[in-house]
DNA sequence: GATAATGTACTCGGATATGTTGTGTCCGAGTTGTTCTGG
DNA sequence: CCAGAACAACTCGGACACAACATATCCGAGTACATTATC
């Protein structure tokens, strides 16, 4: 279970967008320069956040990205499902109704109860990452965070 | 982010072992035909939970696999993580210190927000898994289940 | 008849190929800001 | 000096190779049981 190394590069990416001011948006370029990261692979999953209508895009000069809605209304598992699908990491196939030990019918009415538990969790996980929002995350940076980003994510 | 397929096969296999009376062993060869999966490559994950110190393996007739500790210690957190590994799936590689925007080491002295924000979605996911054991697997069977088991998967 | 040695069948354990998914890269379509020309 | 059109540069978006890990398989080392020969 591993979640994609540019898992962290569109979190970041996210956290940078969200302290732009309102209507600036920074190229996918500007951003893999930032972070040090491939471009073509970091405009790649972009992609992938404004499919899921995390980010906005906007093509030609002083185009690029921004966020799709307010930073306090974006959170962290919007990015993260985004780009890694918000399938359960345990799919259950079943096999309890397979093989020379497969159940009788009568005892698979209600599902099978390895998968309820691992859905649990997995509802756990999910429900610690939607309780953080790109607002919460800039509310723990320094002060100076934000002018600087502000500044090296403004062309000149 | 997934889970290998064969993490159904060991939940499901451990859960078998523990309907077992103590003492007694299954092979590998018994569980993969009682849940129609490829014998060899079960076999080689039963490995890893030997490592991890979950099941206790016997070479020879009667021999196979058995619990190396009672089903109400062993959770089902024990087993994913034997075959998963217990690493968190997010793996923070420091981009913020990396590339253009590298920030200054003074605000680098804490663990990354987002790094924090991962690991406590991840702690509760442990956490979720943790809190369940075989044996509270095993309550929730049917009345027929554990005889049935047994029976087939004792060698005649 | 009991015992010890032998043989056999069965078990796990690790080393070896293959397929799928993430990783990385490239080029094309579209849009905006600029520049140049004409009135 | 102003307006319009053409141009050029920059942007995203999707299609194309490469690599790493999970999947699947095989054969060898070791052990417990059954058998057999001996005392």
Redesign the interface.
Known sequence: ???P?S???L??AA??LAQLEPGVSASAAQLA?????PAAYLAKQLQALVRAGVLAATTGPRGGFRLARPATAIS?LDVVEAV??A?N?????E??Q??????PAA?CRSTC??AV??A???D??R???AA?SLAD?LA???ET?IPR?RS??TRG
């Open positions: 279970m591993k979640l190394t898992t962290e590069w979190l970041h956290a940078s320069e930032h972070y040090g990261v962290l890694d699908g399938a990491p345990y799919e259950c196939r096999i309890r397979q093989g020379r030990g497969a159940l005892d109860i390895l538990k691992m649990e969790a997995h756990a996980w429900a610690s990452l953080v995350v723990t940076l320094p965070a980003t090296l994510l």
